[in-house]
């Protein structure tokens, strides 16, 4: 039972473009939501999260939106590059969890030049 | 400043051997987590360590997995009688008390021929 899921397992996006990485949860008591990024042979790194209480949080180039209602979150890239090529990975954690991390399967982001 | 770090980085083992694998979080983090990536699969959750508590063993696969954490230090992951099926790489992560933002060391893979 697959409490976060990824759809789409890869996305090719053209340099320059927007990149959309989406999730589904299926957990409502999920109240704090993390993306990642990883690598090949290296550990994820954390990139930008939400709280349940947000619909949307930016970072520079990264933005997430929330949509509690429909228990789907993405991220936005924009405008990519082709150091974005990575796995990007969607968790989620609750507080009487601890911060436990439950992932998604991830998506492969390839930005071609 | 030093990150997490996971020692080894690879391992190769025969079907039915004992491993240890090694993790050192960042210091002054209380928190400590152990997950797994197999081939084209998302992080699995093993166990949980904060601070002084119980560990929260709810991730491990069966009881030939084990692990210990020494105070807010190492902790070593420990596979019994290895099988084919736990090949994958093995994620450290620590982060401080009550933070959701977790910090991943490199991983070791491990490979049970």
């Known amino acids: 039972d697959q409490q976060v899921k990824q759809n789409s397992p890869s996305l090719s996006v053209q340099e320059g473009r927007i990149s959309i990485l989406n999730c589904d949860y299926t957990n409502s008591m999920f109240d704090y939501f993390l993306w990642y990024k990883k690598y090949p042979a290296e550990g994820p790194t954390f990139l930008i999260s939400i709280s349940s209480i947000k619909d949307k949080n930016e970072d520079g180039r990264f933005t997430v939106f929330l949509n509690k209602s429909a228990k789907h979150l993405s991220l936005h890239i924009v405008p990519s590059q082709p150091g974005d090529s990575a796995v990007y990975f969607c968790?989620?954690?609750?507080?009487?969890?601890?911060?436990?991390?439950?992932f998604g399967g991830g998506t492969r982001l390839m930005v071609k030049p | 400043g030093a990150g997490v770090s996971q020692s080894p980085s690879n391992k190769v083992t025969e079907k039915g051997k004992d491993v240890e694998l090694r993790c050192d979080p960042i210091s002054g983090h209380t928190a400590l987590y152990w997950y797994r990536q197999r081939l084209g699969q998302g992080l699995e959750f093993l166990i949980y360590?904060?601070?002084?508590?119980?560990?929260?063993k709810s991730g491990l696969p069966s009881d030939r997995f084990s692990a210990e954490r020494t105070g807010e230090s190492v902790s070593t992951l420990t596979i019994q009688r290895t099988q084919q099926e736990d090949s994958a790489v093995y994620l450290c992560a620590s982060s401080l008390l009550r933070a959701s933002e977790q910090y991943f060391g490199p991983g070791t893979r491990l490979t049970v021929t």
């Open positions: 968790a989620a954690s609750y507080g009487n969890a601890g911060n436990m991390l439950t």
């Open positions: 360590f904060q601070g002084n508590s119980a560990p929260d």
